[in-house]
Each structure stands twice: as C-alpha cells, then as structure tokens.
C-alpha cells in the first residue's frame, strides 16, 4: 500500500534515523545559569535551578529562554518521527491523518513468517512493525526508513475493497486512493488518485495474512529480500 508496504509509493524521501528524531526537547534555558547577577531572576538562572521555564535566565547578559517543551509535534499527532523534509503528495486524495506508532524498520536473517491469506476487515489500521528478510549478504542493500503508516480500508467483499492510506516522516504527508482486488492470498492495488503521467507509481501487489484485528503484507524486495509489514486495526 506504499513503495514499502503494499501498494504505492510515496513521492518523498525518508532518512533513516530513530523515532522524533527531529522533536529533541527544549534546551532548557541555556544562558540563564550564571548569566549577569545569576540570571536576574532569583535563584542561578532566574528561573527556577534549570532556569528552563517561561522567561528562564531573560535577565542575564545573553541569557536565553529555554526550548519548548517536549520537541516538535509531527504530523499526525504524537512526537515527530522521521526527517524527511520533502513536500509529499495527494493532498486531495483522503482526509486520512497518519497515526499509530513511529515505526522504524529493520532486518533479520531469522526464519520468515509464511501468509496465510484470510479475509479482510473494514477498519482503520495503523503500522506497527516492518521487518525485511533475507540472507545476510543481503542486508548490505537494505534502507532503513522511519515512519507512521495509516490505512482505512472500506466497501469490503471477499473480493475487493476500497484502500486509502496516508505516511508521514518528518514533516512530509503522502496520501492515495484506489481499489484492491483481492485473488486467493494475493491483493493488488490500483491507484486513482494521485493521477500518475505514465512515470509515476501504478500500484503493486502483495500476499497476506488477514484478520479480523491485523493485515500482514509479504511483499518482494530487491536481493530476494522479502518485507513483512504488520497493520493492527483500531476501529
């Protein structure tokens, strides 16, 4: 549903660096210890012993107030996970709004998971893991990506059904719209919105574990890598 999850890809890069990556908390007040007549404002620092709150250590020569608390807020709610900087895509496809966890994949030479197929529930999904396997001379070529990942999946039969989903990193959204035809444990999406010029993704295909609660998707990388994404289901 994505360049790394079924589906689509996102028209943005993703580093590969740790949850919040780009929220680190407030400073703390870095000038108001022991700037002027210990900041200006009471006790060292002005502000309370961090002098990292409200006008921490304003009064001190080159005192400066502390960060705002807890880091940036990343799109979607929760702490920033990711640093992609880029401006993403299909705005207009959904209203759907990246949630979940920040999950940052990884690799494993461990025995993998085999799909089973199912059938597929409507409901909204957030990514939880995304975990690509293979040989260990293979890890050489494996990226990884930090992410949140939401897909709301509607109009369902045991056939097909409608896919939207939405990735955030950093500061960049991409979002899509399309159907998913559904044949033994093979689903295969085809995107129309965004509107693609011939150049740009035209969807893809997965096997996988469906249940009433969870989506696996086994999809085939590159150096017979085989990702394994899991999606649990929140309404």
């Known amino acids: 549903m994505r360049k790394a999850g079924l589906f689509v ?15 680190g908390g407030g400073t703390g007040g870095s000038g108001g210890a022991g700037a002027g007549t210990t900041g200006g404002a ?30 940036a807020t990343g799109t979607g709610g929760g702490t920033a996970c990711g640093d992609a900087t880029g ?5 207009s496809c959904n209203t759907v709004t990246p949630s979940g966890p920040c999950v940052t994949s990884t690799f494993s ?22 975990t690509t396997y ?11 990506e930090t992410l949140r ?43 129309t919105c965004p509107v693609t010029d011939g150049g740009g993704d035209s969807g893809g295909s997965a096997e996988f574990t469906a249940t009433s609660t969870s989506v696996t998707l086994f999809e085939s990388k590159n150096n017979g890598q085989i990702q394994v994404s899991v999606y649990n289901k929140t309404l």
């Not at 890809?9 to 919040?20: H, K, Q, T």
């Open 109 to 130: 030479t461990a025995a993998m998971p085999t799909p089973a197929g199912g059938p597929f529930a409507a409901g909204t999904y957030n990514l939880v893991s995304e």
């Open 42 to 71: 009471g006790t060292p620092g002005g502000a309370g012993t961090s002098g990292g709150a409200g006008t921490s250590g304003g009064a001190g020569v080159g005192g400066h107030g502390g960060g705002s608390a807890g880091g």
């Open 149 to 191: 990942q939401t897909y709301v999946l509607s109009s369902v039969t045991s056939t097909s059904f409608t896919l939207d989903q939405a990735e955030s990193s950093g500061t960049a959204v991409a979002r899509a719209h399309g159907t998913v035809a559904v044949s033994g444990m093979t689903a295969t999406f085809t995107p």
């Open 87 to 91: 401006t993403g895509s299909g705005d």
């Open 134 to 144: 293979g040989p260990a001379d293979a890890g050489a070529g494996f990226f990884s």
């Open 9 to 23: 890809s996102l028209l943005f890069v993703v580093s590969a660096v740790g949850c919040g990556s780009s929220g």
